[in-house]
């Protein structure tokens, strides 16, 4: 399973962003996927989570109410939008996926994407 995560970019604080993640694995198998992120020296942090039908989806603490998490199990990929970003927002984004496991504990997703970077400027 590859999962291919797209979209970062350098955008100014209050602004958007949209954040991608496909996943190379066809829909016979259903996965949870989920956002992480992770910032210079700082530990990996849980950004949100969608279950494989799209009917679950949770929120880390410090994006709440400014994120949301949708996907298309069709295409098997995931999308993060991302709106009034902060500079603490800043940090390398990462996809992963989980054939069993929904949540917020970046050890249980068994794939990884390979990241990418979302800078916010002041």
């Known amino acids: 399973v590859q999962l291919q995560a797209s979209g970062g970019g350098m955008v100014q604080a209050g602004n958007s962003l949209r954040l991608s993640c496909e996943c190379s694995e066809g829909t016979g198998k259903n996965y949870a996927m989920a956002w992480f992120r992770q910032a210079p020296g700082k530990d990996r942090e849980f950004v949100a989570a969608?279950?494989?039908?799209?009917?679950?989806?949770t929120i880390g603490d410090s994006v709440r109410g400014r994120v949301t998490v949708s996907r298309d199990s069709a295409k098997n990929s995931a999308t993060l939008q991302m709106n009034s970003l902060r500079p603490e927002d800043t940090a390398v984004y990462y996809c992963?996926?989980?054939?069993?496991?929904?949540?917020?504990?970046?050890?249980?997703?068994?794939?990884w994407g390979q990241g990418t970077l979302v800078t916010v400027s002041s």
């Open positions: 969608i279950t494989w039908s799209g009917s679950r989806t």
């Open positions: 992963a996926a989980d054939p069993t496991y929904f949540g917020s504990v970046p050890s249980r997703y068994e794939y």
